[in-house]
């Protein structure tokens, strides 16, 4: 079966430090596309979206040229500034260098922002209907209190794909589903969203997760997208202090399955 992981990083600290890594961290080395596409064809995964990781311009770039120059790339997931008035031309500009043609969706770190309804801010809608102009999707990295918001943008954007990545970070340590799963269900009621699973490990205990722990919130959202609105995601190299990338897509695996989820729904929504 083919599988494609739609949310995978790369960095190299050289170029540009990656200031949300905590000093001593595991993670705080490169992570390059070789190293990934070497843990990725051990674990038979075919193909791979890039996603940002920090709110920079310079980094989108870097991003689409490594897609041009490694296979394993099938698609980019960057950074612009929604804010911006040009940002329609700032899109047009990222298609036309080279790997142009695989930026399939924008990101921005919501999850950062102290406003939770940061999406709902007129420029911001407009930067947004800019994204749904340009055929682009969006991935939103927000926190289970934005999601309210999430559902309002999405409903007032219906010519947009809104891709809800890592599930709305749900409190998997915890164990606690509300309001997370209420929130996740009104944005799934939406015909124009989709959810990577993904990120639950990072959001589990990581002295003592199990699948088990995993599983409620897994079977919550398999049961509100449905597996043709449902897409895997390693989030390799976050996940690698947890489990290994192999491990990550096994246990993926247990919770949900199937070509549409492994596949079908990554190649249509982003456009692979």
């Known amino acids: 079966m083919t599988v494609v992981d739609a949310h995978v990083h790369v960095w190299e600290l050289s170029v540009r430090d990656q200031g949300w890594i905590p000093a001593?961290?595991?993670?705080?080395?490169?992570?390059?596309?070789?190293?990934?596409?070497?843990?990725?064809?051990?674990?038979?995964?075919e193909r791979a979206v890039l996603v940002q990781t920090v709110t920079v311009p310079e980094e989108t770039p870097e991003l689409l040229a490594l897609a041009a120059g490694h296979d394993l790339v099938a698609g980019v997931v960057g950074w612009t500034d929604l804010t911006a008035p040009g940002v329609a031309d700032e899109l047009?500009?990222?298609?036309?260098?080279?790997?142009?043609?695989?930026?399939?969706?924008?990101?921005h770190q919501v999850q950062e922002e102290p406003d939770p309804r940061w999406l709902l801010r007129a420029d911001v809608r407009r930067g947004l209907a800019a994204v749904a102009e340009a055929g682009l999707a969006y991935d939103l990295v927000v926190r289970p209190r934005q999601l309210p918001a999430c559902a309002e943008a999405a409903a007032a954007l219906p010519g947009l794909t809104f891709v809800l990545d890592h599930a709305g970070k749900p409190p998997v340590a915890s164990g606690a589903l509300e309001p997370w799963a209420t929130g996740l269900r009104a944005l799934a009621a939406l015909p124009n969203t989709v959810c990577k699973l993904s990120g639950l490990l990072t959001e589990a205990d990581p002295a003592s997760w199990a699948v088990d722990d995993l599983r409620p919130f897994a079977d919550t959202v398999l049961d509100a997208f449905g597996p043709h609105r449902l897409m895997f995601g390693s989030d390799w190299p976050v996940c690698t202090p947890l489990a290994s990338y192999a491990d990550v897509l096994a246990v993926t695996r247990m919770l949900a399955d199937g070509d549409e989820f492994l596949s079908g729904t990554a190649r249509r929504v982003y456009d692979l």
């Not at 595991?26 to 995964?45: G, I, N, Q, S, Y």
């Not at 990222?94 to 969706?105: I, T």
């Open 92 to 107: 047009a500009r990222l298609r036309e260098l080279p790997g142009g043609r695989y930026l399939k969706g924008i990101r």
């Open 24 to 45: 001593g961290s595991p993670l705080r080395r490169d992570f390059t596309v070789p190293e990934l596409t070497a843990r990725a064809r051990e674990a038979a995964v």
